[in-house]
């Protein structure tokens, strides 16, 4: 008597990374790497990759392909606009698409590592106050992570660490650095946090006075809270659709 075929094991659902989007080639090159080694991390977890602005491949055409149950993770650092608005109405047009949506990467103790490695790597000063420059948000809890990531960055680095906002908020980061210039601190780094290379990040380090950090990019700690927020995300045990379920965990 012939033996049965095993069964094939349960697939994991797919990851579903949603980023923000750039016109930039090197912006778009450094988020497929960061998921180059999220897969790596994952051996087997299917992967897929999708845009809310700008570039290809658009988060409703991707949604499109899709059948049955993902895990959506934000490529994005707060829950502003896009995670609120944009991933609802998109996963609302998808009816075909059971999605579990984790919460935005930050703030998370992982980024202040990344970010401070970041810093090491610019040959920032290694004493004096650091400016974390962020894209900015007109939402106030966004804006209110921002202000919670520069404490996780003060703890990591031992030093003063002030929240700064590229647009829709207030201090900038010429402003901020100014400010401290003007209380007498002649060393101040600027931190880049933002994902990827861009049209924020060339304004970020474009800070008078200042050296500034690389974005996150494809750092080890930003390919593993990845995925801490897709584990997360399926501990929940239950479907969210077109309602983002942020974790708790930051």
Same mark, same amino acid.
């Given at each position: ?35 180059? #080694? ?17 570039? #290809? ?101 031992? #030093? ?25 601190? #002649? ?64």
């Amino acid at each position: 008597m012939s033996r049965r075929a095993p069964l094939p094991r349960h697939l994991p659902p797919p990851l579903l990374a949603v980023a923000h989007g750039t016109r930039d080639p090197e912006g778009t090159a450094a988020t497929e790497k960061l998921l180059s #080694r999220v897969r790596e991390l994952r051996p087997g977890l299917p992967v897929v990759l999708a845009y809310v602005d700008v570039a #290809r491949h658009a988060l409703a055409d991707v949604l499109a392909a899709l059948h049955g149950e993902v895990v959506l993770v934000p490529l994005l650092l707060g829950a502003g606009f896009h995670l609120r608005v944009d991933v609802p109405e998109a996963l609302a047009a998808a009816p075909q698409v059971r999605a579990r949506i984790a919460g935005a990467l930050g703030p998370h103790p992982r980024l202040a590592s990344a970010l401070a490695d970041r810093l090491a790597e610019a040959a920032a000063p290694a004493a004096g106050p650091v400016v974390l420059a962020s894209a900015g948000s007109s939402d106030p809890r966004s804006r209110a992570g921002t202000a919670a990531m520069a404490g996780l960055l003060a703890d990591r680095l031992g #030093r003063p660490a002030v929240a700064s906002y590229l647009c829709g908020g207030a201090p900038t980061p010429a402003d901020a650095v100014a400010a401290l210039h003007a209380r007498g601190f #002649r060393q101040v780094a600027v931190a880049s946090y933002l994902m990827t290379p861009g049209f924020f990040a060339r304004k970020a380090a474009a800070t008078a006075g200042t050296v500034a950090s690389a974005p996150l990019g494809a750092h080890d700690a930003v390919a593993r809270l990845v995925l801490d927020r897709y584990d997360e995300a399926c501990a929940r045990g239950r479907s969210a659709v077109g309602r983002p379920a942020h974790s708790t965990t930051r």
